[in-house]
């Protein structure tokens, strides 16, 4: 049972031309994160939600983007792909101040810019 | 800043056989969260295992288990009987216990690939 889901799992986007990437969770967690892995590198993070309240890492590039309509959904927005956005982008979601607290990860959107 | 190391960027084992993957972190906090995440080819990332680092006791969960040094800051994971599907990506991680948020998310190391030799 999926219960962090990505789509698409493959995206071939032109450069500069803006591409949407969408999560979605059935876990009902608070917080919802979204991670850039490109080739045998750790995940990084861009940024995260809590609830509506959203955080952006000091060093997430501006042509990066989210939007969290509610609970369940997720989206990452890139305005102007270059080259060097082409990479595995991971959604997940957390109820870190639980007794569980770890993150659920989605299989990821591969993201190629031609 | 926390960090997490991994320094070992690829293990290979024998089918059957025990590896352990080494981590150490980094940090001036008393209270953390480590874990193990695994990524097979392909796949999402899975939790392994989670360890508290107020708890003495080394988390263990089947073929898994850690060696936790707190003094040391070292967080080892130890696969017992390997199996071919073990062959993944692993990813040590750091959560810090603070309560507010941008405090919970997870430092990664940057992974060691573990093949499993048939």
């Known amino acids: 049972d999926a219960m962090v889901i990505q789509n698409p799992r493959y995206q071939v986007t032109q450069f500069g031309k803006p591409v949407t990437l969408s999560c979605s969770q059935t876990?009902?967690?608070?917080?919802m994160y979204w991670y850039q892995q490109k080739s045998s590198q750790a995940p990084k993070l861009l940024f995260h939600?809590?609830?509506?309240?959203?955080?952006n890492e000091a060093d997430t590039p501006d042509n990066f983007q989210s939007r969290r309509p509610n609970t369940s959904f997720c989206f990452l927005d890139i305005r102007s792909p270059g080259l060097g956005d082409a990479a595995m982008y991971l959604c997940?979601?957390?109820?870190?101040?639980?007794?569980?607290?770890?993150?659920?990860f989605g299989a990821g959107t591969r993201l190629s810019v031609l | 800043a926390q960090t997490v190391t991994q320094s070992q960027p690829e293990m290979s084992v024998q089918e059957a056989e025990t590896v352990t993957l080494s981590c150490t972190y980094d940090?001036?906090?008393?209270?953390?969260?480590l874990f193990w995440y695994k990524q097979p080819p392909s796949r999402q990332m899975i939790l392994v295992i989670r360890?508290?680092?107020?708890?003495?006791q080394n988390a263990t969960e089947n073929r898994f288990s850690v060696n936790f040094q707190k003094a040391a800051k070292s967080f080892s994971l130890k696969i017992s009987d390997s199996q071919l599907g073990d062959a993944a990506m692993y990813f040590c991680?750091?959560?810090?216990?603070?309560?507010?948020?941008?405090?919970?998310?997870?430092?990664f190391g940057t992974g060691t690939r573990l093949t499993i030799i048939p």
């Open positions: 997940a979601t957390g109820a870190p101040w639980s007794a569980k607290n770890i993150q659920y």
């Open positions: 876990l009902n967690h608070n917080v």
């Open positions: 939600y809590y609830d509506k309240d959203f955080n």
């Open positions: 940090t001036s906090e008393s209270d953390y969260y």
């Open positions: 360890q508290e680092a107020y708890k003495q």
């Open positions: 991680a750091y959560r810090s216990a603070l309560l507010d948020f941008g405090n919970e998310k997870l430092t």
